[in-house]
């Protein structure tokens, strides 16, 4: 049996009561549009089960406007697969013009078209995964350090520390002990403080302000450019692990634009961001 065919021969045990299987954005929202995650696990197996699933769905518009509006909204980094489902055939009514799918204006006509339909939205997957949240899940509890879940669980610890930080200002929220691994992120998830921070420690650095709810940028720290080695290395300094934290926590450009505005990015900084964090 292919993958193809093991993907038909499982669909059914995943499906809704609608018959529905969710789309990829729904099932694995602390999953960014680009992880390697899509291309491995349990990732790859959801978007080929999805494939079987879509080829099985009626191609008219109705039916598949019908099935996108029974879900949350996709993320707008996840536009091109929208219009996909959409547009099986690959031609849809924008396209009328000759204009190329691999087009930069005909793309953002069609974002634009599925932003007034609903059918994608801006900053939409912390809700996704808050909704799907019985219990919050600290991110010890899988036996991590806290520079590991920073490093290899990057949007999972963001969307914890969005979570922790609304309760914080809702005032009754308590804490909870931290194992002796993440004993340097206490004083953090206690305080709403993320202390110091040692620009050469940069995934210890962003675990400490993720326990504290708030990610400061370089330059509100006053780091320089300069402070930027380009590395994914476990030893990478602030600049580099907020670059790792802002790929995974924004899914478009008016997100991220909120946040430069919020902190009143330098234009260096700006361009900066632009080259290291691009948005069609």
């Known amino acids: 049996m292919d993958w193809k065919e093991s993907c038909r021969s499982r669909l059914g045990e995943h499906l809704d009561a609608h018959g529905d299987l969710a789309p990829p954005w729904e099932r694995f929202p602390d999953y960014e549009r680009h992880t390697i995650g899509w291309r491995m696990g349990a990732g790859e197996d ?35 697969a929208v219009h ?15 204009g190329d799918e691999d087009d930069p204006a005909a793309a953002a006509r069609r974002r634009s078209a599925l932003l007034e339909q609903g059918l994608i939205a801006s900053d939409v997957s912390y809700s996704i995964w808050l ?13 991590e350090t806290p520079e590991s879940a920073a490093r290899y669980n990057t949007r999972a610890f963001w969307f914890w520390s969005r979570r922790v930080a609304e309760l914080r200002r809702g005032g009754e929220w308590t804490p909870p002990a931290v194992p002796e691994t993440w004993r340097a992120c206490a004083h953090a998830l206690a305080s709403g403080d993320a ?18 709810g708030q990610v400061k940028a370089p330059w509100q720290l006053g780091l320089k450019l300069a402070d930027f080695a380009d590395s994914f290395d ?22 991220l634009r909120r946040y430069l505005e919020a902190t009143r990015a330098p234009p260096g900084w700006e361009a900066w961001v632009a080259e290291q964090l691009p948005f069609d």
Do not use: K
């Open 46 to 80: 959801w978007l080929g089960l999805w494939s079987v699933f879509l080829e099985q769905l009626p191609p008219d518009p109705e039916a598949r406007i019908a099935y996108l509006r029974r879900h949350p909204p996709a993320p707008i980094s996840w536009a091109d």
């Open 84 to 98: 996909d489902v959409l547009c099986p055939t690959g031609r849809g009514e924008d396209d009328d013009d000759g």
């Open 131 to 143: 909704g799907q949240q019985n219990d919050l899940r600290s991110p010890w509890e899988g036996g």
């Open 195 to 212: 202390g110091p921070v040692d620009p050469r420690e940069g995934l210890l650095s962003l675990a400490r302000m993720f326990c504290a």
């Open 234 to 255: 476990d030893g990478m300094g602030y600049v580099d692990a907020f670059r790792l934290w802002g790929m995974s926590a924004f899914d478009d450009a008016h997100h």
